[in-house]
């Protein structure tokens, strides 16, 4: 399975310009929890994520009691908050390759380049889309296929599987 099968596209993104409250603010009403950056060809630049503006644009809007309030003067633009080395993923990459990675950098989703033009998105969400279908076709033989059990997260223990 390839990743250009699942992946959002076109992808929603920003530019490095945009302040970073309007960029929150397209997440919540897109629903989504990251913006990949690009220029004015659409060439990736880089990753800002709901987390990223919230630590920057929170402390503007909850003053500290000794500090008077500022208005959102702290309203940077996302480029000076965007992730710049992003991991990437390309449409004809496996689905295992991306869930790899999602998995081993601890992220809930990746950029779809195609060269450098950001083409798309795939998340974690897209992956337990898969997952789902996979669990709908096929659970009895994938139940009789996990021969191993997860104990404790990050451990594998084997078990035996009646036959």
Known sequence: MRVERWMSSPALTVTPDIPASLALRKMMEHEIRRLPVVDDDGDLVGLVTDRDL????????????????????????????????VPVV?????IRDA???????????????????????????????????????????????????????GTVEKKEVPR
């Open 54 to 85: 919230r630590q920057v644009l929170l402390p503007h809007l909850i003053p500290r009691q000794d500090e008077p309030y500022e208005s959102a003067d702290g309203d940077l633009p996302v480029g000076k908050v965007m992730r710049r080395a």
């Open 90 to 94: 390309r449409p004809s990459d496996s």
């Open 99 to 153: 869930t790899e990675l999602l998995h081993n950098r601890k992220m809930t989703g990746l950029p779809v380049v195609q060269g450098r033009r950001c083409v798309g998105v795939i998340t974690v969400q897209d992956i337990m889309e898969i997952f789902l279908v996979a669990l709908d076709r096929h659970a009895a033989a994938l139940e009789e296929d996990f021969a191993e059990v997860q104990t404790k997260p």
